[in-house]
Structures are given as structure tokens and as C-alpha cells.
């Protein structure tokens, strides 16, 4: 292996040439980001603890290593090292963590501080600061200490019970009653760094996600979509099957709402970023739980670029390797011009995977614009509701809906997922024709 001194004097195209890209991380986006700093020229590590075999965004890179992306002090002796131009990651929340600390060790660029980070991924203080700017929130409050039976027969139910400082779906549970109470919240602290729950009222709607991204000071709304999901058997919907972009409810949301977090977003002083938040839509009304200083785990970016012919998260990378990226917001349009796209999930149950079938056909088919697969053979997957049931993502597009979902039941026949004793793995109890509720 070549070291980086030799490497920067090779005469390589684009503009990261003779620049090295750490990449932290197998995440979603992940190798999306070491394709594209590859293709201008730089010269990209990839670090985790998965093998070659088990990381896509490995099997792309440069040059590779072992290093846990938690283990800050050793991340930045191996980044010193390599003598790194910039550091960057997918869409994991622990690992931007680190991402941050590096940066601010070698002082390269990172795209927030951690007094920014700790507004939108603390959902009590998110809610804190939304209310500030008239956002409207679900009702909620923080435990300290464990309730007594007497708080817990005051609760307004049905509610969700969560940490306030997880992520990925980790640690949720829905009660109806303050029956399974104890449980949930003692589910809800094994995931809390800070040892703190929040309960929320549960509010039975449509989810919606909005992305902004915000260039040079300027914020604009790029994509909004609505989320159809699968519930499991404790009634949690938190897995998406499908969203649908645009929204149909994004004409109300920019009438009611946009401007409201725009300014909130710019009193944030956020700069060269993109962030998304997360409600409900009920009765005419919008209600806001939590939001994501980071690109969704929807990858939304590769539906916008079908619509503006450009990706912010090559923006993101841009401005990881410290240049001026030429991104335009003024070439974003969150109505899509009139069309609809579908980001389409297979979702899998707990068990080993044995067999796949299916997938490296169907995604040659031209309505799919891009694919993912999250899992491979061998690999065992447990039924926790997280995303990492999430075994096939794909991006769909035609003129017509009504195609969108005798495409999706094409997939849903066609690629299918065993266990070592034959049975099917995958869930699919998705109808694609809710969509055409429209």
C-alpha cells in the first residue's frame, strides 16, 4: 500500500485530486459518498469494525482498516497519519460524533458544533426550541425518576415512550394503558446515555419528513415526504415500507409551517448543512416530534438529483474536503414538478439469511432508479422494529402511480428472502394501492 505523501504526487483527475477522504463507517450513504469522492479524484479510507465482505463502502475504498469509529483517540492518531484532507460519514448519529472530534483535532471542516448537534438530537430540547419559534410539538414530558402508580394513572393515553437522546427507532414502545408502563421505560433507559425518557402523546396520523438544506446562510426546503409503514405487533409504526415524495399535504406545510422553521433553522446559525424533521399530519393539522442534524436514512438525495440534476450530498462531501462546492438551492423544487417518486423498503423478520432471490435482476428494470441492499447471506437479523430490518431500498419513479405499484408488487413476488429451514423472511404485507389514495 502506498503511502499519502506518494500518493498526493500522482497524477489523478478531478477536484479532490491528491486529496484523502476518511470515511467513517458502513452506514446508509456510505458508499454513495466513496464512489463519488473516488470519481473526483480522491483518494478514499474507508474504517470499521465490519470485513471487506460485509461493507459496501469497504469493498469500494482506497485503502481500508479496522479502527472501531468510536475510538476517537485512535481515529485521530490513524487520521494524523494519513494526513487526511477530511472526514466525513453516512447518516449514523454516534459516528458523527466522532467526525466532529476529529475535525476539530486536525481542524478540518465539520458542518456543525456539538452545541448545534445537542438542539436536534436531544428531542426535548429540539422541542424546547421549537416552541420558541411557534412550531407546533406533541405534548410530552421528561422522567427523572421512575413514576409512581398514581402518575402513572394520570397520563392522558395512548402515548409513546422513548430516550431522549437515541435514534434509528432504538428503544420506542407504544402503551395504551399504564399497563407495560414499567417495561417500556426501563426499555427506553438501556438506550439513554443521559438516563432520560421522554413520554409523548401518541397521535394517530399520516408521518411526514422534510429536508432543508442551507447554503451560504441561505435555507430552502428541498423534499417532503409522506411515510407509509409497517406496524408491528406492538403497534409501533416506525419502519417505512414506502414514502411518497412530494407530500400530498406539502402545499398546506409551506403555507403553515415552512417559513416558521426556516427561521428557526437560521436563528440555529447553521451553515452548509442539511436537516429533517419528523411530525405527524392529522385532521389539518401538523405536529413535530423530532429532527436530524445529518442526511435522512432515507437517502432523499438521490430523489432530488432526478429533479434538480444535483446531489446534496456531494454538496455535504464538498464541503468536508474544505471547497466551494457549486450546488445552486435556487435549482431545488420541492414539488418535483408535478411527478412522484417512491422510496420503496422490503422489510425483513428476525432470522439467518440463507438465500436471496431475485434482487440482482429486478433492479435492471428502468423504473428503478437506485437500490440498496442492506444485508447479505449469513447475516442474522433480529425483530426489534430498528432499521435494520430494512433489507432492500429502492427508489421507483414513473408518470404514472398506478405503474409505481404493479411495480412494487413485481417485487414483492419476485424478490424474496429464506432462512436455512426454507421459510420467507421477508414482510410483506404492504399494499401498494393505499397510495393511490391521492
Known amino acids: 500500500m502506498k503511502d499519502n505523501a506518494n500518493l498526493r504526487k500522482e497524477s489523478v483527475s478531478g477536484k479532490f485530486a491528491g486529496k484523502v477522504l476518511l470515511e467513517l463507517g458502513t452506514s446508509v450513504a456510505s458508499a454513495d459518498i466513496v464512489k463519488y469522492a473516488k470519481s473526483e479524484g480522491a483518494y478514499v479510507i474507508v474504517t470499521d469494525y465490519f470485513p471487506i465482505e460485509k461493507s459496501e463502502a469497504k469493498q469500494y475504498a482506497d485503502e481500508t482498516a479496522m ?14 497519519e494519513k494526513k487526511i484532507d477530511g472526514v466525513f460519514c453516512g447518516v449514523s448519529e454516534r459516528i458523527l460524533i466522532s467526525v466532529c472530534s476529529i475535525a ?28 420558541r419559534y411557534g412550531i407546533p410539538v406533541a405534548e410530552s414530558f421528561i422522567l427523572n425518576n421512575i413514576p409512581t402508580e398514581e402518575e402513572l394513572d ?27 408502563m414499567d417495561a417500556a421505560i426501563a426499555k427506553a433507559l438501556d438506550f439513554s446515555k443521559e438516563k432520560k425518557v421522554i413520554i409523548e402523546k401518541f397521535i394517530d396520523g399520516t408521518e411526514v419528513s422534510c429536508t432543508y438544506v442551507i447554503k451560504d446562510n441561505v435555507c430552502k426546503l428541498v423534499c417532503m415526504g409522506s ?14 415500507h414506502a414514502y411518497i415524495y412530494p407530500s400530498q399535504y406539502l402545499k398546506e406545510y409551506m403555507e403553515n409551517l415552512d417559513g416558521k422553521i426556516t427561521a428557526m433553522l437560521e436563528g440555529q446559525c447553521l451553515n452548509n448543512c442539511t436537516v429533517f ?5 392529522q385532521n389539518g393539522n401538523f405536529c413535530f416530534f423530532e429532527a436530524g442534524l445529518r442526511m435522512e436514512g432515507t437517502a432523499s438525495y438521490n430523489i432530488t438529483k432526478e429533479i434538480s440534476r444535483q446531489n446534496f450530498m456531494e454538496f455535504m462531501v464538498d464541503n468536508a474536503m474544505s ?23 422490503q422489510i425483513i423478520s428476525g432470522g439467518q439469511i440463507k438465500r436471496i432471490e431475485g434482487y440482482d435482476k429486478i433492479i435492471s428494470h428502468p423504473m428503478i432508479l437506485s437500490s440498496e441492499q442492506r444485508h447479505g447471506i449469513g447475516d442474522t437479523i433480529i425483530n426489534d422494529g430498528t432499521l435494520c430490518q430494512h433489507m432492500f431500498r429502492y427508489v421507483l419513479f414513473d408518470e404514472d ?25 421477508l414482510i410483506d404485507d404492504f399494499k401498494p394501492e393505499i397510495m393511490l389514495e391521492w
Not at 478540518?108 to 456539538?114: I, V
Not at 393515553?157 to 395504551?176: E, F, H, L, Q, W
Not at 409505481?404 to 432462512?419: A, G, S
Request: net charge positive; hydrophobic share 35%; with cysteine.
Open 67 to 80: 479502527i472501531s469509529t468510536l475510538d476517537v483517540d485512535e481515529l485521530i492518531k490513524f487520521a494524523k
Open 323 to 345: 471547497l466551494n462546492s457549486d450546488y445552486d438551492l435556487n435549482c431545488e423544487d420541492a414539488t418535483f414538478g408535478g411527478k412522484t417518486f417512491v422510496k420503496f423498503s
Open 227 to 240: 411515510k407509509y409503514a409497517y406496524e408491528n405487533s406492538a403497534g409501533l409504526r416506525a419502519l417505512a
Open 154 to 180: 394520570d397520563i392522558d393515553y395512548p402515548v409513546i415512550v422513548k430516550p431522549t437522546d437515541s435514534s434509528a427507532n432504538m428503544g420506542i414502545s407504544i402503551c395504551r394503558s399504564k399497563t407495560g
Open 104 to 131: 476539530k483535532e486536525l481542524k478540518l471542516p465539520c458542518y456543525f458544533t456539538k452545541e448545534q448537534w445537542t438542539i436536534f438530537q436531544n428531542k426535548a430540547k429540539f422541542k424546547e426550541v421549537c416552541k
Open 277 to 281: 424533521f419528523q411530525g405527524i399530519y
Open 401 to 425: 402511480i398506478k405503474k409505481i405499484c404493479e411495480m412494487i408488487r413485481k417485487i414483492q413476488k419476485e424478490v424474496r428472502v429464506y432462512d436455512e429451514h426454507g421459510n420467507d423472511l
